[in-house]
């Protein structure tokens, strides 16, 4: 008796457990967004204005390797709640927010008090955690993980993409996503969906137990290929630019991502591969300036890429379509800021591209698929070269794109050969890893589920 009472009260779903699904999607969708805009945008003009010319100047100049410690951590942090379990990771992401709220609220005024670089590199560090365990925590619930991709990279996109703001302009939602940290009542909201995430789990007895095994290959892989980026972009900034300089960064960039495609598992490098390609084609286009309606473009291109890559699972076509942003960013280079809807084009086939990556070659662990989100995070080469008359790694010496800067379509050709040589690496990866044990094997990998639960 006592038995079969038991039994049905552990059937029996506790009321907070019925809503589980839209609240760890919302709390997935909002707090990768908190995550990926505090990495991507970090620096709020508005209050920076106020502080000295050097603290902001070496809040700039340390912006690179900030962006490259949370990629990392991200990385590191998936790895380890990964061997703790799924309720660790709620656990983790809703510590992470918890800390970044109350760093925004303590710090409401970094740049009068000389904190401005402590500030961002808290942010970045804590928001990468926040990135890092909530894809664990979401990876195998398909409505979910769908929530966390397009927060994570609608963020990355925007904070990419966002412009110096003009002066006298007046649109709050812009001058929202050009100040760069989102407002404290976001965040305050992104730790309650959080909190009601970790509820949840606490609720629902089919949560798997932990795994105890320590995932080292994204580590390495991650190490490898974020150390290379960031060692290799700062080395070129400080010289002259050089035919061969290019040629050698570019080599190590290919041959970086070679080497954490394969420390991955199987066929899972794949969208390492593809990441690095769109991340350099992405930073070649001409971005700015676009008209304020176009500002909500890249989140529904984000989601219709996705679905794409869903519906045709190609990472080869993946690689085309990257292919041709890298070369539309070379032959717009001289007109797109005479034609404001070139811009727009270049930013919607970004997001377009990006989705359909995501979404062709997601792989089923999320260790490896936070990696591929990590090269999006870390300033890449075409950054490196667009920042070199400046001595930085960075659109502009304010770090965000410049509507007034010189373009030129170099970037978008050496963006090409990046993607070129991404295509021999996953030639290569294919060649010498079995199929078996991979997403790209699977027709619908987020409607199967992205990580098997434990039996």
Same mark, same amino acid.
């Given at each position: ?21 839209? #609240?760890?999607? =919302?709390?997935? #969708? ?10 991507? *945008? ?44 799924r309720r660790s990771a709620w656990v983790a992401a809703f510590g992470s927010a918890a800390v970044l709220l109350f760093d925004h609220f303590w710090n409401r005024d970094p740049a009068t008090t000389g904190a401005m670089t402590t500030f961002n590199y808290i942010d970045s560090i ?44 007046? %649109?709050?939602? @812009?001058? /929202?996503?050009?100040?760069? =940290?989102?407002? @404290? /009542? ?5 730790? @309650? ?17 932990? %795994? ?43 041959? &970086? ?29 001409? *971005?700015?300036?676009?008209?304020? /309606? ?21 990472? /080869?076509?993946?690689?085309?379509a990257t292919a041709g942003l890298a070369v539309f960013a070379a032959a717009t280079a001289d007109t797109a800021r005479a034609h404001p809807l070139l811009p727009v084009a270049g930013v919607t086939l970004t997001a377009l591209v990006i989705g359909y990556c995501f979404g062709a ?12 989100? &990590? ?8 950054? *490196?070269?667009?920042?070199? =008359? ?19 379509? #170099? ?11 991404? &295509?021999?690496?996953?030639?290569? #990866? ?13 027709? %619908? ?11």
């Amino acid at each position: 008796m006592g038995a079969k009472f038991a039994l049905a009260l552990r059937r029996s779903p506790l009321p907070l457990a019925q809503f589980s699904v839209p #609240l760890e999607a =919302s709390a997935a #969708l909002l707090g990768a967004v908190i995550a990926g805009l505090l990495l991507m *945008a970090p620096l709020d003009l508005g209050q920076s204005a106020e502080g000295s010319a050097l603290h902001l100047d070496l809040m700039v100049l340390n912006m690179p390797r900030a962006a490259a410690a949370g990629a990392a951590f991200a990385v590191v942090s998936a790895a380890l709640v990964v061997a703790l379990g799924r309720r660790s990771a709620w656990v983790a992401a809703f510590g992470s927010a918890a800390v970044l709220l109350f760093d925004h609220f303590w710090n409401r005024d970094p740049a009068t008090t000389g904190a401005m670089t402590t500030f961002n590199y808290i942010d970045s560090i804590f928001s990468g955690i926040l990135l890092g365990a909530l894809a664990v925590a979401v990876f195998g619930k398909p409505v979910a993980t769908g929530a966390y991709l397009i927060g994570a990279l609608s963020a990355i996109l925007v904070g990419d993409q966002t412009a110096l703001p003009e002066s006298g302009h007046h %649109n709050p939602l @812009i001058e /929202w996503a050009a100040g760069g =940290s989102p407002p @404290i /009542w976001l965040v305050l909201v992104a730790v @309650i969906l959080l909190a009601l995430g970790v509820a949840v789990q606490r609720a629902d007895p089919t949560v798997e137990e932990a %795994n105890t095994d320590l995932a080292i290959g994204p580590i390495l892989s991650a190490l490898v290929l974020v150390s290379a980026t960031a060692l290799s972009t700062e080395w070129f900034v400080r010289h002259a630019g050089t035919g061969a300089q290019i040629g050698v960064t570019v080599a190590i960039t290919v041959m &970086a991502a070679m080497v954490s495609a394969l420390l991955l598992p199987g066929r899972e490098g794949t969208l390492v591969l593809l990441s690095v390609a769109i991340a350099n084609a992405g930073s070649a286009i001409v *971005a700015v300036p676009r008209p304020d /309606w176009s500002a909500p473009l890249p989140v529904f291109a984000v989601v219709i890429g996705l679905a794409a890559g869903r519906r045709w699972r190609s990472p /080869w076509s993946a690689l085309t379509a990257t292919a041709g942003l890298a070369v539309f960013a070379a032959a717009t280079a001289d007109t797109a800021r005479a034609h404001p809807l070139l811009p727009v084009a270049g930013v919607t086939l970004t997001a377009l591209v990006i989705g359909y990556c995501f979404g062709a070659a997601v792989p089923r662990t999320a260790g490896s698929a936070v990696v591929a989100v &990590a090269v999006l995070i870390v300033p890449c080469l075409v950054v *490196a070269l667009r920042g070199s =008359s400046f001595g930085r790694v960075a659109y502009s010496p304010y770090w965000y794109r410049d509507p007034d800067a010189v373009t030129s379509s #170099l970037p978008g050709w050496m963006a090409l050969v990046i993607t070129l040589g991404c &295509a021999l690496g996953l030639s290569m #990866l294919w060649r010498l890893r079995s199929p078996d044990d991979t997403a790209v094997a699977e027709p %619908n990998p987020l409607a199967a589920g992205l990580v098997r639960p434990a039996a």
